[in-house]
């Protein structure tokens, strides 16, 4: 996404008022004044400043830098480890989005050693402050990648290709992107469940969105608010790791905006609750007026953690796979000039997006089979890597101007006290998300053609938008911020002037972004070469499916419509630009022209999913299974974005984090099994119930509680890692097995319960195998408890 507010000086702006001669020769262009030195400062814009007023200014400058440290501080993250081991536990290839929230899971345990792996480094001063988010495209925490050239779509671009932005930092692309937070749909992920996805439908979601959540800014008792109502405890959740908050501040345009869609018949409510549809004030991912990326939500509190090593401006090169029992060892990756070959006992987790996570499968022997041969890659697995591409697009248009705002245009003083509130109280519009806050869904005509739930009668009644509308604004001829909007997306100076530059030298100007929630067109990443630090073909075959390019002309007659209510048309004396798109022909408005235009201006949202699929075994298109396995590879998975089989409705921040704090959860489950089966060579032994032992464990459990923990840490039992034992499934060996601590039962029915953790509910994986999460090891009395206790009086009894 992109914002086109007026942005305040950046940090180097605000450091050159103070260096040693007193020079700043770029601060016009920001709305400052250039200062010059000497006994009085003296302003280009205006009449000298005395020396008095110089000095405050100074003081002014000196408090705003020691404030943009603190806010900068990157002492709250990991630091880069000095000291990598030979083996981890669990080595996690990607700190972004996914990656973050799975080392801070992990790391929970204490005896597991879990490395991650970061490309890039901290996040920067811009990335922290919400409206510059779009300022760190193009810098060293972005990927910089490209599309090829496109047949369909971005034809208004420099070659015809669309940038396409990615995190290259902890955090990854929640450090760059515009901190919204939307879950999409419902009916989103019971299209996954449908697809054969058991476990991933919305009932199964929703506990995982929740448990990350610290919902700010709002009362969850107070269902009805005057203008937003929903915020129930059904959908959201406080006290998470993940701070989300609504901006403290809203522009004029905002209110109207809200008032041109009820005035149009929709509602405005939680777009993350009951109902999607209708328009939304919606929660950024933003702490006391910061940027909070999942570097800082789920990284910061794991820090000192001693079983977690990061180690940042690491490039993985390679999974480390055996061609012959296809057996995941480790990873290989370069830092500093140095090959590091490092070993993982027990998986590699790769969460290293929809570009890279596909990149690195391949470049390992995992994938199509002519593509690697094409490569001269030896293949350990053919799959279906890279395909499945799906992205939003979205339009910038059409253009609104509005001649009853102010027409002089940025005001130098309220830039500089916008910057003061902010880096002095961490408030004010820099702390906000501007008019980019309103959402708005809507259904087209075209939301009815196979994409909604079997048991929807009538669309009318559908809750299933397939357009998002977000929005921007530009002060009366900005050339800056419009200049920086066209170089981000990478439009041509030709469609720059008639998309923005003439325009907005007429008035302020405002530009409704509708995006697609469910592109049909689909594309596919492919390697370059078997070089690693080859950037990857990235083809996504932009609108090649005609239905995208309709539903998109819907979206935009919408949006002309809304500029025609009274609440715009009169309060702002809104009007729809006229100026034309060069070579798009038909009557400007024509159904044939903005078909046109949508093709030119169209542009990625940079929401890339869907290339290393999820699927069940019966697809032969997918990539992982539903617990995120990689097909025919032992001790991989890939957990990401790019594991979505079909693209969700609406920005995929939150939906990344559900899927890596959900998988994170059953990864621990699944390798602390002995919480809840054990067998061993004696197994025919804990069948025989008429050996009585259930009974008398009743009696026995309160001394458990006492002597559990000093079991598990001193003689760090992993009774599962013994010669000659396997799993036993609770229902063949202990169907009727009980135990109660603090009136709740522990273990029923093979199911797991444990009453202080902050599971909505049990949770079952396939084959009959049940479990909970517990979020500490300390949360529950367990059958392993149980085992480390009595497993040596029960051997002896037998062996008697």
């Not at 490395?115 to 480094?121: D, H, K, Q, T």
């Not at 070659?159 to 419902?186: D, E, F, M, T």
């Not at 087209?444 to 559908?462: R, S």
């Not at 599962?720 to 009980?738: C, D, I, K, V």
């Amino acid at each position: 996404m992109i914002t086109g507010r007026s942005h305040p000086p950046t940090l180097s702006q605000i450091s050159a008022l103070v260096t040693s001669d007193g020079v700043n020769d770029g601060m016009e262009d920001s709305g400052f004044c250039s200062l010059s030195a000497g006994s009085q400062w003296t302003s280009s814009c205006g009449a000298g400043v005395s020396s008095v007023s110089a000095a405050l200014f100074t003081n002014l400058i000196a408090a705003l830098l020691d404030s943009h440290k603190r806010i900068s501080d990157t002492s709250i993250y990991p630091k880069d480890t000095d000291i990598i081991l030979d083996q981890y536990d669990f080595i996690v290839v990607g700190a972004g989005s996914a990656g973050s929230v799975l080392a801070n899971r992990l790391t929970e345990v204490p005896e597991w050693k879990v490395l991650l792996l970061e490309a890039g480094g901290d996040p920067t001063l811009e990335s922290e402050i919400p409206p510059l988010f779009h300022h760190t495209q193009g810098t060293e925490i972005d990927w910089k990648y490209k599309t090829v050239p496109q047949e369909h779509g971005c034809l208004g671009m420099v070659n015809k290709s669309c940038i396409w932005p990615r995190g290259k930092v902890l955090g990854g692309s929640s450090a760059l992107n515009s901190l919204l937070y939307v879950r999409g749909n419902r009916y989103d992920y019971d299209h996954w469940e449908d697809m054969g996805n058991t476990g991933w439908g919305f009932k199964d979601v929703l506990p995982y969105f929740k448990k990350s959540e610290d919902l700010r800014s709002v009362d969850l008792e107070d269902l009805h608010k005057e203008t937003l109502s929903g915020y129930s405890k059904r959908f959201h959740n406080k006290g998470g790791y993940l701070t989300l908050e609504q901006s403290p501040t809203k522009p004029p345009i905002v209110d109207g905006l809200i008032a041109a869609a009820k005035e149009m018949g929709f509602k405005v409510g939680d777009s993350n609750g009951e109902s999607q549809r209708g328009f939304t004030l919606q929660h950024g991912t933003v702490r006391d007026g910061r940027r909070c990326s999942t570097g800082k939500a789920f990284l910061s509190p794991a820090k000192d953690r001693e079983n977690l090593h990061v180690v940042k401006y690491a490039h993985v090169t390679k999974v480390l796979i055996d061609p012959d029992t296809k057996l995941t060892h480790g990873v290989e990756f370069l830092k500093n000039g140095k090959i590091h070959l490092i070993h993982a006992s027990k998986e590699v987790v790769l969460s290293a997006g929809s570009v890279n996570s596909p990149q690195l499968l391949i470049l390992s022997g995992i994938g199509p089979a002519e593509h690697l041969k094409e490569l001269g890659i030896p293949l350990v697995q053919e799959l279906n890597v890279g395909e499945n591409l799906q992205d939003h697009l979205q339009f910038l248009g059409p253009v609104i101007l509005f001649n009853k705002t102010n027409p002089q245009g940025l005001d130098p003083k309220k830039l500089l006290d916008d910057t003061y509130q902010y880096f002095m109280h961490g408030t004010g519009p820099l702390a906000s998300l501007d008019i980019l806050q309103l959402q708005g869904f809507i259904s087209t005509k075209f939301a009815d053609k196979g994409d909604y739930p079997k048991d929807a009668e009538n669309i009318n009644d559908l809750d299933y938008p397939d357009i998002q509308f977000q929005h921007i604004r530009f002060a009366f001829n900005d050339t800056e911020s419009t200049k920086r909007v066209a170089s981000v997306s990478g439009y041509t100076d030709e469609i720059y002037q008639a998309l923005l530059g003439i325009p907005n030298s007429k008035a302020e100007i405002y530009v409704p972004l509708p995006f697609l929630q469910r592109p049909k067109s689909k594309g596919v990443i492919k390697l370059r070469s078997k070089d690693p630090f080859d950037q990857p073909i990235i083809d996504p075959k932009y609108l090649s499916h005609p239905q995208d390019v309709e539903t998109f002309v819907e979206g935009v007659k919408f949006a002309a419509d809304l500029a025609r209510t009274k609440a715009l048309a009169e309060g702002f004396e809104a009007e729809v630009s006229t100026t034309r798109i060069p070579g798009c022909p038909g009557e400007h408005g024509s159904n044939e022209y903005w078909a046109c235009v949508v093709r030119k201006v169209a542009t990625t949202t940079y929401h890339p999913v869907g290339t290393c699929k999820m699927g069940p075994a019966s697809d032969s298109t997918a990539v992982v299974d539903p617990r995120l396995k990689v097909y025919g590879i032992k001790g991989l998975r890939v957990v990401d974005g790019s594991i979505i089989p079909k693209i969700i409705s609406g920005n995929i921040n939150a939906p990344i984090i559900m899927i890596e704090r959900m998988k994170a959860s059953k990864s621990k489950d699944h390798f602390e099994k002995m919480h809840m089966e054990f067998v061993g060579k004696d197994i025919e032994f804990f069948k025989r119930k008429e050996i009585g032992f259930y009974r008398p464990m009743l009696f026995y459990h309160r001394a458990l509680v006492a002597v559990r923990n000093i079991f598990l840490k001193f003689l760090s039992v992993r009774l599962t890692n013994r010669p000659g034992y396997t799993y036993l499934n609770l229902s063949e060996s202990a169907p009727s097995f009980a135990m109660r601590v603090s009136g709740e039962p522990l273990v029923k029915n093979n199911t797991l319960s444990t009453p202080d953790r902050d599971s909505n509910s049990d949770l079952t994986l396939p084959g009959n195998q049940t479990y909970c999460e517990s979020d500490t090891l300390d949360h529950s009395i367990t059958e392993a408890d149980f085992m480390v206790v009595f497993l040596p009086i029960l051997v002896g009894i037998k062996s008697t």
